[in-house]
T-cell receptor
Framework: GEDVEQSLFLSVREGDSSVINCTYTDSSSTYLYWYKQEPGAGLQLLTYIFSNMDMKQDQRLTVLLNKKDKHLSLRIADTQTGDSAIYFCAERTGANNLFFGTGTRLTVIP | NAGVTQTPKFRVLKTGQSMTLLCAQDMNHEYMYWYRQDPGMGLRLIHYSVGEGTTAKGEVPDGYNVSRLKKQNFLLGLESAAPSQTSVYFC?????????????FGPGTRLTVT
């Protein structure tokens, strides 16, 4: 499969911004996604970006895409304890080809 | 709508035993998927289906079989379980169409093979 990489852990203080990074290898990606997984639950789509966009903002979430460097990031403003979860980036290269990163466990310290 | 449901939530099997995991969705989605999630790894696609009566292999299909006899159900079978199949299994579905096409995930089935 494709290679999608993320750092495994991130800790931030409540109220600070969190930035979760992801790199991918397939330049033919059509969409890139951020999913959130809370303990004992399935993945929930947070946001996505089309590959011809550089940035997308959705309330506290900002997605930045650097297509040249194949780098995707998710910024969460004013991080809350409820944001503690595992965050997965995923790239879609075809109708049914969705490749996930390893996930980044975000811990928010009160 | 219940969304995507999975049965059972937990299961322990002995090596060589067989079992079937059931995924059901009530959103009339065309596409359904089975993934496995292992520590330190992202989700990996086992098998998928683009419609009733059709299935296809994903990234890690060996040791698994699937069936999609009804549009709302997608079954994952393990004929002879091995310890390497200890994992958390997620089912997902999505509608037919263009665009971002969000996949909707079930809550997962935690399987342990001893």
């Amino acid at each position: 499969g494709e290679d999608v990489e993320q750092s495994l852990f991130l800790s931030v203080r409540e109220g600070d911004s969190s930035v979760i990074n992801c790199t991918y290898t397939d330049s033919s990606s059509t969409y890139l996604y951020w999913y959130k997984q809370e303990p004992g639950a399935g993945l929930q789509l947070l946001t996505y970006i089309f590959s011809n966009m550089d940035m997308k903002q959705d309330q506290r979430l900002t997605v930045l895409l650097n297509k040249k460097d194949k780098h995707l990031s998710l910024r969460i403003a004013d991080t809350q304890t409820g944001d503690s979860a595992i965050y997965f980036c995923a790239e879609r290269t075809g109708a049914n080809n969705l490749f996930f990163g390893t996930g980044t466990r975000l811990t928010v310290i009160p | 709508n219940a969304g995507v449901t999975q049965t059972p939530k937990f299961r322990v099997l002995k090596t060589g035993q067989s079992m079937t995991l059931l995924c059901a969705q009530d959103m009339n989605h065309e596409y359904m998927y089975w993934y496995r999630q292992d520590p330190g790894m992202g989700l990996r696609l086992i098998h998928y289906s683009v419609g009733e009566g059709t299935t296809a292999k994903g990234e890690v299909p060996d040791g698994y079989n699937v069936s999609r006899l009804k549009k709302q159900n997608f079954l994952l079978g393990l004929e002879s379980a091995a310890p390497s199949q200890t994992s958390v299994y997620f089912c997902a579905s999505r509608p037919l169409g263009q665009g971002a096409d969000e996949q909707y995930f079930g809550p997962g089935t935690r399987l342990t093979v001893t």
